[in-house]
């Protein structure tokens, strides 16, 4: 059993900075995939980035590829995603995901814990 907690969200300005941070607890978490994805109301979940908890190369949608850089911090068992250069089409609720022993997806069926999301609101 894996707990997900959001936190970092806001409203911004097109261009600005916001860094999203997701706290995970449970045990062997290095079984983990770890995933972003984002939702818009009406919309499917959206796949935003992904990475293996227990180290490598992050995965990302071509839509935030280059503006967005997800981290995870171990010692604090803290997943982020440091979102730049921000666009009103970014504007949506933004959730934290673990996948147990599965690689990097982009599927959000796939994953099998979920955060209670966090709200990204992008002004023009």
């Known amino acids: 059993q894996v707990q997900l907690v959001e936190s970092g969200g806001g409203l911004v300005q097109a261009g600005d900075s916001l860094r999203l941070s997701c706290a995970a607890s449970g045990r062997n978490l290095n079984w983990y995939t770890m995933g972003w994805f984002r939702q818009v109301p009406g919309k499917e979940r959206e796949f935003v980035g992904a990475i293996l908890w227990s180290g490598g190369s992050a995965y990302y949608a071509d839509s935030v590829k280059g503006r967005f850089t997800m981290s995870r911090d171990s010692a604090v068992s803290r997943l982020y995603l440091q979102m730049n250069t921000l666009k009103p089409e970014d504007t949506a609720v933004y959730y934290c995901?673990?996948?147990?022993?599965?690689?990097?997806?982009?599927?959000?069926?796939?994953?099998?814990?979920w955060g209670q999301g966090t709200q990204v609101s992008v002004s023009s």
């Open positions: 995901a673990a996948d147990k022993f599965g690689g990097p997806t982009m599927k959000a069926a796939d994953y099998d814990y």
